[in-house]
């Protein structure tokens, strides 16, 4: 009864709008104190949450991708993806969605795909003859991407939660956001033909090497950290590291468009976001905590083997609980929150953690896409100037191609599997 009432307060003081943290931390207070549990508990399981050096991965992949972002590398990835792709139908939607799977290799964060990218690419859609409706829902979909293709600060996160290697994870990432990006990539021709949107003509040899060589600075970004950690040379927090001194040279050196002004101010935007992002950690420390001594990963493994007693039925419900959690909460409140609990339920149903952490990642940053509480909804419908339910309905039909990868990459675990287990086991 007790759990049931912490978990009512627990949503209570999230819809109010109360931070997640405190909602963590002063839920977790309310269990010990009423179980008669040392409170000094709490501060223990918070400072071990925090005291990790993978933790620190975190803030440095958060100032790696601003730095990026400052260099003004957008329009670089932009004209990259426009001469490998732009020769498809719909070829600026597709360059979009393309452009999102180079920009998550040095954001890692849909919000600031969506915003970066969107900010590029649909005034520029517009101009070619797109409609608004097509051009803001592909850059809502394409911005999915970011928390899936390394770095991913949202793995990042689930791995320090759920102690999984997070060079695993991230290459377990890299292959489940090619297949969605896919998907996309799929219907968006089909629309295109459809509505016959046009497209580019095939670059040349001095087109594409011109676009090449203009790009070039941009993707070695990535190739630091997703590079360094699968290779085994650095540890996902030192090719962070690496990164930001990457970042920073770049920024003042190659592109010149990068002040020490400029470079103070996003350090502080970053360390101010990533203080934030260790005290939620923190807390969710300290709420796992309380979940283990509650004992509610066994009651949920329980409540859901009565339910049935096949994997493959068990997997489906997680995942559509999932789904439904995400239109309610944001990715990493859920995650926070869920891991803890649905990891253990997993394990139990022979489902790698590995592969649990891409579905979970996956499934919950669809909500991201969804109403009420879709932040890159919220984001492009901002840039766009399209009503919120005008651009919900016009981001509706791509939920299918969308839902079509999430399913592919739920029950076919090779896709996210075969590169850790190459690499790594």
Excluded at 48 to 73: C, D, H
Aim: charged fraction near 10%; aromatic fraction near 10%; glycine fraction near 8%.
């Amino acid at each position: 009864m007790n759990m049931i009432v912490l978990f009512i307060a627990l949503i209570v003081l999230i819809a109010l709008g109360m931070p997640v943290a405190f909602s963590l931390g002063i839920t977790s207070l309310w269990y010990l104190f009423v179980n008669s549990i040392n409170l000094s508990t709490v501060a223990q399981s918070m400072s071990r949450g925090v005291n990790s050096f993978t933790m620190l991965a975190i803030p440095f992949f958060f100032l790696a991708g601003e730095l990026m972002n400052t260099s003004g590398v957008t329009d670089r990835i932009i004209r990259m993806a426009k001469v490998l792709v732009g020769h498809f139908k719909g070829g600026l939607a597709q360059v979009n969605i393309v452009a999102s799977i180079i920009f998550a290799g040095i954001s890692g964060s849909a919000t600031a795909d969506a915003a970066a990218l969107g900010s590029a690419l649909i005034p520029a859609m517009e101009k070619e003859g797109y409609d608004t409706d097509f051009s803001a829902a592909i850059t809502v979909a394409s911005s999915m991407v970011g928390p899936i293709i390394p770095p991913s600060i949202t793995l990042v996160m689930y791995g320090i939660l759920a102690q999984v290697p997070i060079g695993q994870l991230l290459a377990a990432g890299i292959l489940p956001g090619l297949v969605l990006a896919l998907s996309q990539m799929v219907y968006t021709y089909y629309y295109s033909k459809k509505m016959d949107y046009p497209r580019y003509e095939k670059a040349n040899f001095k087109e594409f090497t011109d676009a090449t060589k203009s790009g070039v600075s941009a993707l070695i970004m990535p190739i630091i950290i997703i590079g360094g950690v699968l290779s085994g040379v650095f540890t996902p927090t030192e090719s962070a590291a690496i990164a930001v001194f990457y970042g920073v040279f770049v920024g003042l050196v190659v592109y010149k468009n990068m002040t020490l002004g400029s470079l103070f101010e996003t350090i502080k935007k970053v360390s101010i976001a990533s203080v934030n992002n260790l005290f939620i950690l923190a807390c969710a420390t300290a709420f796992s905590w309380v979940m283990t001594k509650a004992r509610v990963p066994e009651m949920v493994i329980d409540l859901v083997f009565s339910i049935s007693n096949n994997e493959t039925i068990i997997l489906f419900i997680l995942v559509v609980f999932l789904l439904l959690i995400g239109l309610f909460m944001l990715p990493s409140q859920a995650l926070i929150v869920l891991t803890p609990i649905f990891v253990p339920v997993a394990k139990e149903i022979g489902v790698d953690p590995v592969h649990f952490g891409i579905i979970m990642v996956l499934t919950l940053t669809l909500g991201g896409c969804t109403p009420p509480v879709g932040m890159m909804l919220y984001v492009v419908a901002d840039i766009s100037k399209l009503q919120f339910t005008r651009l919900v309905k016009a981001v509706t039909p791509l939920y299918i191609p969308i839902i079509i990868a999430i399913i592919l990459v739920t029950f076919v675990p090779s896709i996210s599997m075969i590169l850790p287990i190459l690499l790594f086991r």
